[in-house]
């Protein structure tokens, strides 16, 4: 076995430097349609999706709400600016929480999480995975993947809640010990994405159990879920909606 | 071919369609055992999909074939037409075991009535969701909320009774990544007896959803109900809603999607690897597989936009069109992946203890494979070596300047469809090599595409096997009825077969080896 072990040490260091310094290697982040205010106006999503014949106008307005269809860069529309980056993820109800968090200093640098799938479509787990494999590996942060939640300090819910998956969510997040913190990551997970609210999903995953912090994607590149942790714990600033530093912006 | 259907059943008609045959079958219900019976067992059509569609109450039911002994065959449909609130059709599950779960489905979602069918009931709809909700019908609103019962959790029908014999429940939330779904062990204490699987945990109503919105938004449907084989699908999907429209293509595009095509299969098949690692604890390999996976994830977003390539597919080609240049050095650094892999490959070969649990573990016989239907990797390692993109070419692969072929195993084991796996890997490189060499020049999109009413089915080998997309369109360009088989579906359909009859410890490495996704299949 020891072909193994040369093997791995051949390979050397792969993991990203995120936090202490921005990743820059190419396509880490697929990037987002942003204005300056991080919200995407009405007119500004010239693609709207979820409009159904017959029921008022669903049009999808907020930067939560985007799948990366990037129908508004690739046609004519160049209203649009498409912003690389992926420190996306923000405080569910930051003011009313203000800037107390659940999860107090001593898990800043330990924290175990537990990822419940939803419903979702597969690219969000295959994310989900990255982040504690070698190009990422959360480890080296001092987050942990259980496989209880018995365990889990965070709950990572991908997917949209499908009606199916609801009593599984419910009875994982009560089975957890206190302080919690639930992290919805993806699309779906924040507003039901594509396909929800409907009559099989959820308008996402804060329709069910509280959520603290919320990533936004199709699907969330690993740097943006691992930001998402790192959110949870206090030791990264929310996305402010501001547009990147030009410090920032030089390394991106 | 045309005539000994002919002969199965009088007055069908046969059509050339893209150079293809395609063959109308309308047929009475006492005559659909026999015609579905003959044309698998006599013809060697398999069973692709059922289309039900359902408009107050008149019923018209569609049984897709493919295939033909000699691939010649091209497509079947039976017709079967009925009316009624719940009516009444002769199941074909015992002569076509294939269609087996596409009944269940129907039963649930529609209410229809397969007679004959040893197990209907709760499928996709859970225990919780009452007896007679219907939601694929043309009466329920996709908006509403299900109505739910509080009852006592699932149990199944029945269990093993024997001295020391108990269930292991698994799921649906398991593992470190897993997705949910439930599988129900049966024990006598090493040997799993029995596995009775629990899907549709992930049901989303896909093709509900579909009902009523525009073409270009259930292609964004289609693309994310199964984010890991995205481009499959909604390849599958835009050929579909192209030969409704009668699109003539430019020539890069489909070149250019075979490209894309193959560099998906190319990342899913890197990806089942390093799962399959990881099953069998090997740490270091997983890593290396994973590191691959990472790389080409980052080369799709570099190229193409996006790490799934999400959004590339568009009715009328593709909707960024990518240099020869960009195509070639792509190629180049998918390749020196491939070669990193193929060292991989190597290295696990002789590593004794990752080969004691994949050999001879998990086996499926062929004639169970062939008995399910079974499709992909998992088929072509039973030595079921069937692959639409031979059997029913499209995009480039019909092309003589194309030469692939499916890689087969005959074992039927873990460490079969592992080879498969990589062959298939190494495989996708070869034609992306070949594809980035004579590269067609032009434009990737038709100048206009118009959207016209009409019913089509369109087809791809999806990393995990055949997926079908049935899709109708109304004249005002919205969807009628869209129905999808994915492959997982039809392949978690044969997973007992192989979990059954082995120890306890290698059925997460039984189910590594299938590489199949729940989303795919619970859409």
Redesign the interface.
């Known amino acids: 076995?020891s072909?193994?072990?040369w093997?791995?040490l051949r390979?050397g260091k792969?993991s990203s430097h995120y936090p202490d310094a921005p990743e820059t290697?190419?396509?880490?982040?697929?990037g987002m349609p942003l204005t300056e205010t991080g919200a995407l106006p009405l007119e500004f999503c010239p693609?709207p999706?979820?409009?159904?014949?017959?029921?008022p106008d669903e049009s999808k307005t907020d930067i939560r709400d985007c799948?990366?269809?990037?129908?508004c860069v690739?046609s004519s529309s160049d209203r649009v600016k498409w912003q690389e980056g992926y420190e996306w993820a923000s405080e569910k109800d930051a003011d009313a929480k203000g800037h107390s968090r659940q999860l107090g200093a001593s898990f800043s640098h330990s924290l175990n999480i537990r990822?419940?799938?939803?419903?979702?479509?597969?690219?969000?787990?295959?994310?989900?995975?990255?982040i504690?494999?070698?190009?990422?590996s959360i480890h080296r942060l001092g987050f942990f993947?259980t496989?209880t939640?018995r365990h889990a300090d965070v709950l990572l819910v991908v997917?949209?809640v499908?009606?199916?998956?609801v009593?599984?969510l419910k009875k994982?997040y009560e089975a957890m010990p206190t302080p919690k913190v639930v992290v919805a990551a993806g699309t779906c997970a924040l507003t039901g994405?594509?396909?929800?609210?409907?009559?099989?999903?959820g308008a996402g995953v804060s329709d069910f159990i509280p959520v603290d912090v919320e990533v936004p994607g199709?699907?969330p590149?690993p740097l943006a879920i691992i930001h998402a942790l790192l959110v949870a714990v206090g030791r990264k600033p929310p996305f402010s909606g501001q547009k990147p530093s030009i410090s920032e912006r030089k390394a991106l | 071919m045309r005539s000994q259907i002919e002969r199965i059943a009088p007055g069908s008609e046969t059509f050339i369609c893209n150079g293809l045959p395609v063959t109308f079958v309308d047929c009475a219900p006492d005559e659909l055992q026999n015609v579905c019976e003959r044309l698998t067992a006599e013809l060697g059509y398999r069973f692709a999909t059922l289309v039900v569609e359902e408009a107050h109450c008149d019923w018209q039911l569609g049984y897709i074939f493919c295939g033909g002994h000699d691939l010649q065959g091209g497509l079947v449909r039976v017709s079967l037409k009925a009316s009624g609130a719940r009516p009444i059709i002769p199941s074909i599950s015992a002569i076509v075991h294939a269609a087996d779960w596409h009944e269940r489905e129907a039963e649930d979602l529609f209410g229809l009535v397969f007679e004959g069918h040893p197990k209907l009931g709760d499928f996709v709809l859970h225990e919780h969701t009452p007896e007679g909700i219907n939601p694929m019908r043309s009466d329920f609103d996709p908006a509403a909320e299900l109505p739910s019962e509080d009852i006592c959790p699932w149990r199944p029908g029945r269990i093993v009774q024997t001295p020391g014999a108990f269930a292991m429940p698994i799921g649906p939330v398991y593992s470190d990544f897993a997705e949910s779904a439930h599988f129900l062990l049966e024990t006598v204490g090493e040997d799993v007896i029995r596995v009775i699987p629990r899907f549709f945990y992930k049901y989303r109503g896909l093709e509900k959803l579909a009902e009523g919105r525009r073409v270009e938004d259930v292609l964004l449907l289609a693309e994310r109900f199964s984010g890991t084989s995205a481009f499959a699908h909604s390849l599958a999907f835009c050929q579909a809603v192209e030969s409704i429209c009668e699109a003539k293509l430019p020539a890069r595009a489909p070149a250019l999607r075979t490209f894309f095509a193959e560099l998906e299969r190319f990342r899913y098949h890197v990806g089942v690897i390093a799962d399959i690692c990881g099953s069998t604890a090997l740490a270091v390999a997983t890593s290396q597989a994973a590191i691959l996976e990472e790389e080409l994830l980052r080369l799709c977003c570099k190229y193409a936009g996006h790490r799934y390539l999400f959004g590339l597919n568009i009715p009328g080609g593709l909707s960024l069109n990518v240099e020869d240049e960009a195509c070639r050095v792509l190629t180049g650094e998918v390749g020196s992946i491939a070669k990193r892999l193929v060292d991989l490959m190597e290295m696990l070969r002789f590593s004794s203890s990752f080969l004691d649990r994949l050999e001879q573990v998990g086996a499926i016989a062929k004639k169970d494979a062939t008995d399910y239907g079974l499709v992909g990797p998992i088929a072509r390692a039973s030595g079921v070596v069937r692959d639409l993109r031979i059997a029913l070419p499209y995009a480039a692969y019909g092309k003589d300047s194309l030469s692939f072929s499916a890689p087969g195993e005959e074992e039927g084991d873990g460490y079969a469809r592992l080879r498969v796996f990589f062959n298939e890997a190494m495989q996708s490189v070869e034609i992306m090599r070949q594809i980035a060499e004579s590269l067609p020049p032009g434009e990737v999109r038709v100048p206009r595409f118009d959207i016209k009413g009409g019913v089509s089915l369109g087809w791809a080998e999806a990393p995990c096997g055949a997926a079908f997309h049935w899709i109708r369109v109304r004249n005002d360009g919205r969807v009628a009825r869209y129905r999808v088989t994915p492959p997982s579906f039809t392949n978690w359909h044969g997973f007992h077969l192989a979990a059954e009859n082995f120890a306890f410890q290698d059925f997460p490495i039984i189910m590594a080896t299938f590489g199949l996704s729940n989303a795919e299949c619970d859409r």
């Open positions: 076995m072909k193994w072990v093997k791995g390979t792969k290697a190419a396509g880490v982040s697929p693609f999706v979820g409009e159904i014949e017959g029921s799948v990366h269809c990037f129908r690739r990822m419940i799938d939803a419903g979702a479509c597969g690219a969000c787990i295959s994310e989900v995975k990255q504690a494999k070698p190009c990422y993947i496989p939640p997917g949209p499908t009606d199916n998956m009593f599984p994982a994405g594509l396909f929800g609210p409907g009559f099989a999903c199709c699907p590149p």
